[in-house]
């Protein structure tokens, strides 16, 4: 087990390493350097935009600022935010728990709903209740986080005042981003679910679980579902990249601070050196969390553990 | 006096009619409800865009401050915004605006996405690796935040923001083109183009890619739904269509000031947005089911 889990981290290490480097090319290699596309637009002369280049460093030679700008981030140097002045990481990290808090509880969402969702499709197959449980998660697939959000808070918000409609702070004000974003999730989840439980329940073993005579509710609960959820767990890695990506609109929506929030008014300001940290810091999380859902798939299957892959 | 056989001759079984793969699909398409649902409501919504210019009752850029934020009525079926503007007219056009980000953001991803795993399937190798690595890196940024870094890049517009949205979908197909190269080009047609002397350029587009065209398709249509849903909520953030352009996520935008006073801004394109993403997601679903179920998830 060990073994697996070195193996899977040494693989992670060049990933990172080459999303890292992706992140300084595209920022370098494109027509215009980032203090000519800061500048050019609010129509600054051709001596500040050399001032900003030289403070940039942006006129030393590529490969020079590529092992500046790798030895920079070991070192847990990701620079300074062009408005603020402060350092990118620490702009970042204050910003990060907010985020995290809101992933986790939308995948805390997501999960439920998904999985309530799929194994009662799967249970009433071809029933009404089945088509009632994939409409919703075809509808959440399909319905855009903005509009849903700004939907629950003319609901909850203004007209029954029940919840905090912005802002930051405790269970209520986490309650509707949350399902906001776990909602949109949750189709996903359920779709899979279904067709994953679906699948099991042919199977032979459990045609011998009910031949033993073990009521439904033990076949469905020890047998089945152990096994239909396996897959869910790759699919949960994913969706956190989906929750990571999703957190950008809804912490718009919602006015909440994050990561998501930070990266967006970053672009419209121009901060290079901020959305450069923060596109990295979110890709290096989402590859984290891959690696983990991956050690995690190999404890819940055995099959996979005593092969070793 | 007849001999009887000492054997009973056995009789040849008529082979069953060999059915035309399209017209199978056609019939798995046409029995799935849902798909016909979609493909309805899409080609409604295709229609109303398509004929904006001539059914929207009001030009969607015309400013009528004396109209300002008015409700529902006979003269505005959707209201009016801030500036006065029809918002029914503004959501006709709107429509244009989606449905061509859709067909333009897939057409980015689809047309280089295939051709690099038609590429990488067939020749192998270090191309392979390289192809496939190179995507690997593409995934390891979540879907939005890749497009994202390259609306920064980029610059923020409407186009920029087809092309964000664009690439972001190129790793999907090659990886989905590549694994059915490698299935398809074990088959004898292959070997025998090959044996026959066909050039590679010939052989991958005359004998693999129509064989490998079915999970494309597929694929294609439930990834218009996220480019339009993607597209959409980057014009929310600001970062895509720009002011005065009636496009639903910007138009989403721009009433969520006046949500208390005047909802109606943005329920209806929200409302536009969500029968858009879902008639094309059913149709997909729909396609996925004809063409190819083993795609099915």
């Keep these: ?309 | 006096m007849t001999k009887r056989r000492p054997f009973p001759i056995p009789t040849r079984k008529r082979p069953p009619p060999r059915e035309i793969p399209p017209l199978v699909t056609r019939r798995r398409l046409r029995r799935n409800r849902g798909a016909l649902l979609g493909l309805l409501i899409l080609a409604l919504m295709a229609l109303a865009a398509a004929l904006a210019p001539f059914i929207a009752p009001y030009d969607p850029l015309a400013v009528a401050p004396e109209a300002q934020l008015k409700p529902p009525s006979a003269a505005h079926w959707a209201g009016t915004d801030l500036f006065g503007r029809d918002v029914f007219s503004r959501l006709l056009f709107g429509g244009r605006v989606s449905l061509l980000v859709g067909v333009v953001a897939v057409l980015i991803a689809s047309v280089p996405g295939t051709a690099l795993g038609l590429i990488a399937g067939y020749y192998r190798g270090w191309v392979d690796s390289l192809t496939m690595r190179v995507m690997d890196l593409m995934l390891s940024f979540p879907g939005i935040l890749l497009a994202l870094g390259i609306v920064a890049l980029l610059g923020p517009g409407l186009f920029n923001v087809m092309i964000a949205v664009g690439i972001a979908g190129i790793p999907s197909y090659t990886r989905l083109v590549r694994g059915s190269v490698l299935a398809v080009e074990k088959n004898l047609y292959v070997r025998a183009a090959r044996t026959i002397g066909c050039r590679d350029g010939r052989i991958l587009l005359w004998h693999i890619l129509p064989n490998v065209l079915a999970p494309i398709v597929v694929l294609s249509t439930l990834d218009m739904a996220w480019a339009i849903l993607n597209a959409s909520s980057l014009s929310f953030l600001g970062l895509g269509a720009q002011p005065p352009m009636p496009e639903w996520g910007a138009m989403l935008s721009e009433g969520r000031g006046f949500m208390r006073q005047a909802p109606w801004i943005t329920i209806a394109p929200g409302l536009a947005i969500m029968l858009t993403v879902l008639s094309v997601n059913l149709l997909g679903d729909g396609l996925r089911d004809a063409l190819d179920p083993r795609l099915r998830t």
């Design chain 1, 1 to 309: 087990m060990l073994q697996l889990i070195g193996k899977r981290l040494l693989a992670s290490i060049p990933m990172v390493w080459a999303v890292t480097t992706l992140v300084f090319l595209a920022l370098h290699l494109l027509p215009g350097d980032p203090a000519e596309l800061m500048l050019a637009e609010s129509g600054g002369s051709a001596e500040s935009i050399a001032y900003l280049r030289t403070q940039l460093g942006l006129d030393e030679p590529l490969h020079v600022q590529y092992t500046r700008f790798l030895l920079n981030i070991v070192r847990g140097d990701l620079g300074r935010s062009l408005f603020t002045n402060r350092p990118v990481l620490q702009t970042l990290l204050e910003q990060l728990p907010s985020t995290i808090e809101l992933a986790l509880f939308a995948m805390l969402v997501a999960l439920a709903l998904g999985t309530g969702l799929g194994i009662l499709a799967a249970l009433n197959h071809n029933s009404w209740v089945d088509n009632v449980c994939m409409a919703i998660a075809v509808a959440g697939v399909s319905m855009p986080i903005f509009w849903s959000g700004l939907l629950l808070i003319l609901l909850f918000s203004w007209t029954l005042h029940w919840l905090p409609a912005t802002g930051q702070g405790g269970m209520r004000h986490l309650l509707m981003p949350a399902f906001v974003l776990g909602f949109a999730s949750a189709g996903t989840i359920a779709r899979l679910v279904r067709s994953s439980l679906l699948e099991v329940l042919y199977q032979e073993y459990i045609t011998t679980a009910r031949a033993k005579g073990l009521t439904e509710r033990v076949i469905l609960t020890r047998h089945a579902l152990k096994n239909a959820l396996i897959p869910i767990m790759t699919v949960v890695g994913l969706q956190f990249g989906f929750l990571l990506g999703g957190a950008v609109v809804t912490e718009t929506v919602f006015s909440r601070q994050g990561i998501g929030r930070l990266i967006v008014d970053a672009i419209l300001w121009k901060d290079f050196p901020l959305v450069q940290g923060g596109v990295l810091l979110a890709a290096v999380i989402y590859t984290l969390v891959n690696l983990l859902v991956d050690i995690s798939y190999a404890f819940a299957d055995p099959r996979l553990r005593h092969s070793g892959l």
